[in-house]
């Protein structure tokens, strides 16, 4: 059984520092954390799990870890440059990859404080490549607790995940693994290419109405997702429909979409359709500006699922 507790907390402290892993919020989403210097390394089987990411808590902790670096003076910088922002630069330390960041959760920064040594993190990943931002998920997909380490504790931080899209830069490589919050223009990083998804659209509905033929079409080969019910008149046309969020919530959404995108793909279901209202998301509230990052990270996700294909219907998709 997982205990939840907040992520402060002194048991989750106390069993940092006796080398436990335990799962807790980061900025970045659910993932579990220890000392860097734990020496239980986990092993893993069947489980996606991302390089993991090095939390320090600031450009001395930064110093001393590149001490023996070469090119020790232009990382700093670059942090330096993005201080308070999200960034995290692949490097290897001891012959192994990891992703060095300076975390802006409060609580993690005061846990490296008090354990005195930078924290690990594992972040376990769906198969279509995002983080996990709800807890609930993490018990249910890890009920044993960390997959191939047996000095695991079932602790789970309760806060909240306060989202940062972080940009992660492979200095050695000179390419950028991921654009987030951090926007690097004069320095000579490349982008990488992104994988294409075949079978995923965003769509756009225009003309009224589909003829019987095209219907049994969709009927046949299609999931749609929605998001506050902006195509719920025409659900029926479809092999499937899932409304992320009726209300238009763009956490709520965020929260579901990377388990739905699982299952629906474990049904080898052969199109993926994504309502355009993921994208121009609707919102009842526009004045409450400390959502628009989950409104903006929900559109950014589906650009990213679909590498930003749109499909109008109707359209014969047996022509795709």
């Known amino acids: 059984m997982y205990k939840i507790v907040p992520i402060n907390h002194n048991l989750i402290e106390t069993q ?39 939390f320090i808590d600031g450009i001395i902790s930064l110093e001393f870890l590149l001490r023996d670096s070469t090119e020790k003076e232009d990382l700093i910088n670059l942090f330096k440059e993005f201080t308070n922002k999200s960034l995290g630069i692949k490097l290897k330390i001891n012959n192994k990859d990891f992703i060095i960041c300076i975390p802006q959760s409060k609580e993690l920064k005061t846990l490296i404080s008090k354990t005195m040594t930078p924290l690990i993190c594992y972040f376990p990943i769906h198969s279509n490549g995002l983080h996990f931002m709800n807890h609930e998920h993490i018990i249910e997909r890890f009920p044993l607790g960390f997959p191939g380490c047996n000095e695991m504790r ?21 390419s950028i693994i991921r654009e987030g919050e951090v926007v690097i223009k004069d320095f000579i990083i490349e982008q990488q290419p992104t994988t294409i998804n ?8 225009i003309g009224e109405g589909f003829d019987k ?22 659900r029926n046309n479809f092999l499937g429909y899932f409304d992320l969020s009726e209300s238009g919530d763009a956490v709520e959404a965020l929260k579901k979409l990377p388990i739905l995108i699982e299952e629906i793909e474990e049904l080898k279901i052969p ?5 355009i209202s993921l994208i121009k998301t609707i919102r009842e509230f526009p004045e409450e500006m400390s959502l628009d990052i989950y409104y903006e990270l929900l559109g950014k996700r589906v650009r990213e699922l679909t590498n930003e294909k749109t499909l109008v219907l109707p359209y014969p998709i047996c022509k795709l």
Do not use: M, R
Request: net charge neutral.
């Open 16 to 54: 940092l520092i006796d080398d436990y892993y335990v799962c807790l919020a980061t900025d970045f989403g659910y993932g579990f954390v220890s000392s860097l210097y734990n020496p239980k390394k986990p092993t893993f089987n069947t489980i996606s799990f991302s390089t993991p990411y090095l």
């Open 154 to 174: 079932f602790l789970i931080g309760e806060n909240e995940i306060n989202y940062k899209e972080i940009t992660i830069v492979d200095y050695k490589n000179k």
């Open 198 to 205: 075949q079978n995923k659209y965003i769509i756009v509905f």
């Open 213 to 234: 033929k095209q219907e049994l079409i969709y009927k046949d080969k299609a999931f749609l997702i929605d998001f506050h019910s902006f195509n719920s008149k025409i």
């Open 271 to 275: 199109f993926i359709l994504f309502s």
